[in-house]
């Protein structure tokens, strides 16, 4: 059980990572620093996508309009965190050792 624990803390912290690398892909992409018709741009972008939106959708949803400011990432990180925390203040206490 206490494997299990440290794979969904692994995934957890894997899944922090490419949401903060897809932030600054966007950002690298807004300001034009990279090349988007480069195919390995255009597939890196493709894949950060496909990966941090299903998540940041439902909370773009519920959000207030703040113009061009996106903090959806930012709340997406915060539930990552809270999770993370909630595991291991609580799931490994459950857990004999």
Partial sequence: ???????LLLILDLYT???????????????NVVNPRNQFVGMVGQFLHQATEPALKPI???MPNLGAIDISPIILL???FFLQ?????YGY????F
């Fill in 1 to 7: 059980m206490r494997a299990i624990l440290d794979v």
């Fill in 17 to 31: 990572w490419i949401v903060i690398a897809s932030v600054i892909f966007s950002w690298l992409f807004a300001f």
């Fill in 60 to 62: 773009r949803r519920y």
């Fill in 78 to 80: 915060l539930i990552v």
């Fill in 85 to 89: 925390q909630v595991i291991r203040r």
């Fill in 93 to 96: 206490a459950l857990v004999p």
